[in-house]
């Protein structure tokens, strides 16, 4: 029987179409089957009727060369028998998978984001790199002077700090307050002023900021007034997961898969909304840390952060001890 993975990746946001995308690539190494060719460029309503910076259509992000495309995805797609991801690997050790015939397991969804993922970092790295459109990849080439391309060995974004600040359809939780585990909501900017002046004095310099948003003009100029805070111009939304994960110190978005995908692939020191760390890098629980819910570090998360960033002398940090 010859089996493939396939992806479907859905119609969602990127950093949630990923995930099926890394499962089938893990399941295709392990087992040395075919893939089918994703298919990322599906165009969404809700992004436009909301007049969102990004419409997450996804064109041209990725080439599918070494994966199955064109009329022989289509018929393997269409008289393959269907295999669920929660019998993948009980298909693959069954008879079933070494008689005649096509089957095609698939992967979709989302739910348990890295599960599964963590010990299969570089390999889900690499796929990704290798599968970026030559545009894309001009563009990450194309170094503002801020991010720097790993590729050429100029180190890890020259020293900056990253914050990703969602805003688009998602409902600000005030200042202070819990995160419940609603995706819907998003962090105060006020969280995001404590949480870069906390980074700051625990690295012991004022280091550069680089806000990645999809804020409408207007909507976060309370951190972009912070001195050397600048924002990122707009750009794919593969391009702004890669340059995060090039940057000293990230800090994220409670609940974001984004900016999830970009600690995921940097395993840099990292600074979480309560709630929400993840402990994705193996081995390295350190990099993951959490603030209090007024963005502050207390003195054990500083150090972490300092470390973590080779930055060993840590300043006076903002938290409360």
Do not use: C
Request: glycine share 12%; no cysteine.
């Amino acid at each position: 029987m010859t089996v493939y993975a396939y992806a479907d990746v859905g119609r969602t946001g990127l950093g949630n179409m990923l995930f099926p995308w890394a499962r089938a690539e893990v399941f295709r190494s392990r087992h040395g089957v075919g893939m089918l060719a994703p298919r990322w460029t599906q165009p969404k309503i809700g992004p436009l009727l909301r007049g969102e910076r990004d419409l997450r259509y996804y064109m041209g992000l990725f080439r599918s060369a070494g994966y199955v495309r064109g009329v022989r995805r289509a018929w393997v797609l269409a008289r393959g028998r269907r295999v669920a991801q929660e019998a993948a690997e009980a298909f693959m050790a069954s008879e079933a998978s070494r008689g005649g015939g096509t089957s095609v397991v698939v992967f979709k969804g989302w739910e348990g984001w890295f599960a599964g993922l963590e010990a299969h970092r570089e390999l889900v790295s690499r796929r990704l790199h290798e599968m970026l459109s030559p545009r894309v990849r001009r563009m990450l080439e194309a170094d503002d002077g801020v991010t720097a391309t790993v590729e050429r060995g100029e180190g890890r974004g020259g020293g900056v700090i990253a914050a990703h600040v969602r805003r688009g359809d998602k409902r600000t939780l005030p200042y202070g307050a819990a995160f419940a585990g609603d995706a819907g909501t998003t962090i105060a900017d006020e969280w995001y002023i404590r949480a870069i002046e906390s980074v700051r004095a625990a690295l012991g310099e004022a280091m550069p900021v680089r806000v990645y948003s999809d804020a409408k003009e207007g909507q976060i100029d309370a951190i972009l007034r912070l001195p050397g805070v600048t924002r990122s111009p707009d750009a794919p939304s593969i391009v702004d997961i890669v340059r995060m994960s090039r940057a000293r110190v990230l800090l994220t978005t409670a609940g974001s898969s984004f900016s999830a995908w970009s600690f995921y692939l940097g395993a840099m020191p990292t600074v979480f909304y309560p709630g929400t760390r993840l402990d994705l890098i193996p081995g390295r629980p350190e990099l993951a840390v959490e603030s209090d819910l007024d963005g502050a570090l207390n003195a054990e998360a500083a150090r972490a952060v300092a470390r973590a960033a080779g930055r060993e002398k840590v300043g006076r940090t903002e938290g409360r001890g």
